[in-house]
């Protein structure tokens, strides 16, 4: 099974989408990894982003439900911080470091995509190891049905 | 509909019958909700959380239809949540 990072842009314009009922590429890449079809790959700063946007936007306690229920369902696979602390120093003048940890969670993990809408994010991550997609390149690379 | 007849064992299980269990794949570990309903009625329901998920998603983007983000808004707070969540 794939395994791919999904940025909080994805999860955020997804939802937006599947509340006007769109099947927009961001919707289906939510739907991708509701279904188990990819998997989903997590740090604690990433789960950390789902819930302080969803806070900002909602409340905290919807924030915990929402980041409870990607986790249950998702079943990802988490990197925990201090193996990614190890790796960082190695690509830390080459990816500005609010992105870093993402980065090198993908590099541990062996992913095979970055997905995000943050064109600078992808541009600066792009590597020979793993693929950094919009979800739209990403839906045309690979297929699902 | 049907109406099945069970009785409460001694530490208050009661055992749903195999042709159901089977049907809605309620295999041993899988949660369900029991719903007080008053007056001696009780509603089971097998707790979905790919559904819940995606209600969960579904609300969420109400709330950002109504606080009138599009893609592009959506991407520069996702990058100002990102800015804050490292510097916290």
Not at chain 1, 49 to 61: G, I, S
Not at chain 2, 56 to 77: H, P, S, T, V, W
Request: glycine letters at 4%; aromatic letters at 8%; charged letters at 35%.
């Amino acid at each position: 099974m794939l395994k791919c990072f999904v940025d909080t842009n994805i999860i955020l314009i997804g939802a937006l989408d599947l509340s006007e009922n769109k099947i927009s590429d961001e919707a289906r890449i939510i739907d991708l990894v509701i279904e188990g079809k990819i998997k989903h790959i997590v740090t604690i700063q990433l789960l950390n982003e789902y819930h302080e946007a969803a806070k900002r936007l909602m409340d905290k306690d919807f924030a915990g439900w929402i980041r409870y229920l990607i986790v249950d369902v998702s079943k990802p696979i988490f990197i925990p911080d201090d193996v990614c602390k190890e790796l960082e120093p190695k690509f830390v003048s080459l990816i500005p470091k609010e992105d870093l940890r993402h980065f090198v969670c993908c590099v541990i993990a062996e992913a095979d995509y970055l997905i995000s809408n943050n064109r600078e994010f992808l541009k600066k991550s792009k590597n020979d190891v793993f693929k950094c997609v919009t979800p739209r390149e990403f839906l045309s690379i690979e297929e699902f049905t | 509909m049907k109406s099945i007849t069970v009785r409460i064992g001694e530490k208050g299980q009661i055992t749903i019958p195999i042709g159901i269990r089977e049907r809605d794949k309620l295999d041993k570990g899988t949660q369900v909700e029991v719903v007080d309903l008053g007056e001696g009625s009780l509603f089971i329901n097998k707790i979905d959380r790919k559904k819940e998920l995606l209600l969960a998603f579904r609300i969420l983007g109400k709330r950002i239809k109504e606080k009138g983000y599009n893609k592009d808004k959506l991407i520069d707070f996702c990058r100002q949540v990102r800015r804050d969540v490292y510097n916290a």
